[in-house]
């Protein structure tokens, strides 16, 4: 608020000072920044290494389903049973028309994936992604698998 200077009136002039919302904005926007790469990263797995490895496509018409060192499923990052597995992907990713694709730790058993695929397929899908990352180089140059 300021005080009007000049004239014969003693009246308050109210104007609203936006730099303290400048300021408070420009802090939210950093903190966005800074938060939103972390919330797309899904479930913590150590993936598999392999030659050919494609980025995943970044739009928003696919969903991830991860199986952890534990053994534990998500579907992107919500927890699911394998029991309820079938329905959920076929609510969330058959009717949606979206692409599923597999994210799995190394230390996950053979079977475990295996049971996972079919719950997929069962649940009418038709073509599933598997995720894995490249091989590391060491020191020599050489990619360690």
């Keep these: 608020m300021g005080v009007l200077s ?7 002039l109210a104007e609203i000072n936006v730099t303290p919302f ?3 904005m420009l802090v939210l926007l950093i903190i966005f920044m800074v938060t939103a ?3 797309t990263q899904g479930v913590d797995v150590e993936l598999p290494q392999t030659k050919a490895v494609k980025n995943l496509p970044q739009d928003q018409e696919h969903m991830v389903l991860s199986i952890d060192v534990d053994g534990s499923i998500f579907l992107d990052e919500y927890p699911v049973e394998l029991d309820q597995l079938e329905s959920m992907l076929a609510k969330h990713v058959t009717e949606q028309k979206k692409e599923l694709f597999l994210r799995a730790d190394q230390a996950v058993s053979y079977g475990l994936v295996v049971r996972v ?3 997929a397929k069962a649940a009418g899908i038709e073509s599933l992604g598997v995720v894995a990352e490249e091989p590391k180089p060491s020191r020599d140059g050489k990619a360690t698998p």
């Design 6 to 12: 000049g004239g014969d009136n003693d009246g308050l």
């Design 22 to 24: 400048v300021d408070v």
């Design 117 to 119: 695929m079919g719950e």
């Design 37 to 39: 790469p972390m919330l």
